[in-house]
């Protein structure tokens, strides 16, 4: 049976250091005679008083100290307290003519190893006194030693791969982190319970088997391998055990390793050898054993039905005769490489022609199989079907062909950046729609360079939006400037389209656009649209002031109602102007800002209290801290929404609410009145719509849905817990919200 034994530090018969102290010069003399005489293992120091003894301790190690106690300047026990502050552990013997039992007791009380007295014969004396210093020190040096090889055992066993457990008194006592981790269970639910709460029942019987072996101490069997429980998992475990004595007591040494996968490997191939036979019959591609005069000698299923040929029709056949006659060359080239032996193996694609006619691309994989002298016995050849794929190339090169043709006539190139380095790829077109020559531009520096001031850092945020994650494709329009030295319009559109294991973006593609004659018609749109606006609006404020002098004039009843239709009919027409700006701001709202929303609502919801007073509506706002993506526009949106609920929704309460989710601020607004019907729900935000009794325009709610979109959020309408209508706005929250 094995037993863990401790090497300890020193042999036992290493030299013993020890110091000994008496204020009496003559017993330190006989003392040392007596004590080294017949004993060569101890070497002695003397001191003639406690401080000289403590100043040669603090010096040089010893492994005991033997001590008078009645001495000058500092006496037996002083220097037993001042050693223990250093030492606690070395033996510390008090040898002593005062035989009073208080000085025996405040000795040991202090950390004395042992009392001696001094009487009776001096041989007989320090006989005695010798065998205590051995005995001690000797004691001193097995506990370290033992401390030592369980530190050395426990370190070994704490940084071993393998699971190292103590099975003992029919319960664990000892397991290390890779048995815990095997097992799955923390130390303590596995110490204490039995090795029958891990082994599967399925191999109960086995561990108690071998369990009798190790117990008689029968010569030790090779790797048990069995199923252990670990948790809801069975795993599988190669398992070595040893009987040895742990503290006085039989035990048994487990080591075990984890073997699931070599058990699943082993239990694999076999599987494989079972399949292997009935794999050639049920194999996707076709698969043909050709001897050395190159005729057929087996084919599978799906290499018959390839050819359009039934079972055993393409024996004894030579293969060239399924060649397609364009390709027989590559194949006679391919077989003959093999042949001679100047390729292993060969992969080659060609056409074959099938029982009808009908003409297959196939990629071929030959390899020849020898005997166990190197000499070649037949050849095997997989064929693989890939007409799709040799067609979906074609179609691929004919829309290659298509998109060049196209980006050519659209005025388009193609881009390309590595990140972190800013090394930029891109159609020599991106070059030349600047005039510049390819070789200018070599990283994304070298492009933004040319970005006028202006654009410069809009450019930059929204190119770090899309790496950060804030948006999900890289747009951007802006001004660069040409060789010529003028600026030109150019939109960029792309997106991350490599990332490395750790998710991070390594790749951006896109495309570069030249708008420069998009931006100059809307130039002209925009010009045109203000000139109407002002125009128009103009005229309509002219009719307004006419039909305002007209109604300071005495008016028969139906004249008075044909101004007061007139009026009305200019007043729409003056929304309709307001409401056709509001859309091409919307076109145009491109820059995003931190927007204090909680601050922007207090502010419309002044402005809107006193009409909601006069129709007996409270307009309840729960606050909240929040920042937006946004701009200008918002106020328009929630102004259009607070207007809208006063003065349609026949209710006597308007609530406001904000909450923070997943990057997004939900803005709440929902009243207690009539609400809004389902079919009206669902068209509630097309163009054109108008509600009941409604005598707008059919643009307000779809100018709400246009802002939110602008600023990258959506709006959607539901029914209220109040009763009435609700309506949610979504906007990303902004990074400065907690600022």
Request: charged share 35%; aromatic share 6%; with cysteine.
């Amino acid at each position: 049976m094995t037993s863990f034994s401790f090497s300890g530090m020193h042999d036992a018969d290493d030299a013993i250091k020890i110091l000994l102290v008496d204020d009496d010069e003559d017993l330190l003399t006989i003392a040392k005679h007596l004590l080294e005489k017949d004993e060569p293992c101890l070497s002695i120091d003397v001191a003639k008083d406690g401080e000289a003894a403590y100043a040669l301790f603090m010096k040089h190690g010893y492994e005991a100290v033997v001590s008078d106690y009645q001495m000058p300047k500092m006496d037996g026990l002083e220097l037993l307290r001042r050693i223990r502050e250093n030492d606690a552990e070395m033996p510390f013997i008090l040898f002593t003519g005062k035989g009073r039992e208080e000085v025996a007791i405040e000795a040991l009380n202090h950390g004395a190893n042992r009392y001696i007295q001094k009487k009776g014969d001096p041989s007989t004396q320090y006989a005695l006194l010798k065998d205590a210093i051995v005995k001690e020190v000797r004691s001193k040096r097995a506990h370290e030693a033992l401390r030592e090889s369980e530190h050395k055992f426990r370190t070994f066993t704490e940084l071993a791969p393998v699971a190292i457990m103590i099975h003992m008194d029919e319960r664990w006592v000892y397991v290390n982190p890779a048995a815990k981790r095997l097992i799955g269970r923390p130390e303590n639910d596995i110490v204490g319970s039995s090795i029958w709460d891990i082994v599967h029942p399925d191999h109960r019987r086995l561990i108690e088997r071998r369990r009798d072996d190790w117990l008689c101490g029968k010569p030790e069997k090779d790797e048990v391998e069995l199923k252990i429980i670990c948790g809801q998992e069975i795993k599988w475990a190669g398992m070595k055990v040893r009987p040895i004595t742990y503290g006085d007591k039989k035990a048994f040494l487990v080591v075990a390793i984890e073997i699931t996968e070599r058990k699943r490997a082993e239990k694999a191939l076999k599987e494989s050898e079972n399949r292997f036979q009935r794999l050639i019959d049920q194999a996707p591609m076709g698969i043909v054993r050709v001897d050395l005069n190159e005729n057929i000698v087996e084919a599978n299923r799906a290499m018959n039905d390839l050819l359009g040929y039934g079972p055993g029709e393409i024996q004894k056949k030579n293969p060239r005769r399924f060649v397609h006659p364009a390709d027989m060359e590559i194949h006679r080239k391919n077989v003959r490489f093999l042949l001679e032996g100047k390729e292993d193996n060969v992969t080659y694609e060609l056409r074959i022609v099938t029982r009808n006619g009908d003409i297959k691309w196939v990629r071929v994989v030959s390899n020849i199989v020898d005997d166990d002298e190197g000499r070649p016995l037949f050849r095997v050849s997989m064929l693989e079907d890939i007409t799709a794929q040799k067609e979906a190339e074609e179609r691929l090169h004919t829309s290659q062909v298509r998109l060049n043709t196209a980006m050519e006539k659209g005025n388009i190139a193609w881009w390309e950046m590595e990140l972190p380095s800013g090394r930029v790829k891109f159609d020599d077109k991106k070059a030349r729609m600047l005039g510049h020559a390819p070789e200018r531009f070599k990283t994304y520096t070298d492009f933004m360079e040319l970005v006028h001031p202006e654009d410069h850092e809009r450019v930059m945020e929204d190119m770090r939006s899309h790496l950060e994650g804030r948006s999900a494709t890289y747009d951007s329009e802006y001004r660069i400037l040409t060789a010529r030295g003028d600026w030109t319009w150019f939109e960029d559109r792309g997106g991350i389209t490599r990332r490395d294991e750790g998710g991070r973006p390594t790749l951006v593609t896109g495309i570069v656009i030249d708008i420069s004659e998009r931006k100059e018609a809307e130039e002209e749109v925009d010009f045109l649209l203000t000139l109407l606006r002002h125009d128009l609006k103009n005229k309509t404020h002219i009719i307004q002031s006419y039909l305002d002098l007209i109604n300071l004039t005495s008016l028969d009843d139906d004249t008075a109602q044909y101004i007061e239709r007139a009026a009305s009919v200019n007043k729409v027409g003056q929304q309709l102007l307001e409401k056709v700006g509001k859309l091409r701001e919307i076109e145009q709202a491109t820059e995003r800002r931190p927007v204090n929303i909680d601050r922007l609502l207090t502010t419309i919801i002044k402005r809107y209290e006193a009409p909601a007073n006069e129709r007996g509506i409270e307009i309840e706002h729960r606050g909240k801290p929040s920042r937006v993506e946004g701009g200008e526009l918002l106020e328009e949106l929630f102004s259009n929404l607070i207007e809208n609920a006063i003065i349609h929704s026949k209710g006597s309460l308007i609530r406001i609410s904000i909450e923070e989710q997943n990057g997004e601020t939900r803005v709440s607004m929902e009243d207690d009145g009539r609400g809004i019907g389902e079919k009206d729900l669902v068209n509630l935000f097309n163009k054109g719509f108008k509600g009941r009794d409604s005598k707008g325009l059919g643009i307000g709610t779809y100018l709400i849905k246009k802002i939110a979109e602008a600023y990258g959020g959506r709006v959607r309408a539901l029914k209220s817990d109040l009763g009435g209508a609700r309506f949610d706005v979504y906007l990303r929250s902004s990074a400065s919200a907690a600022q």
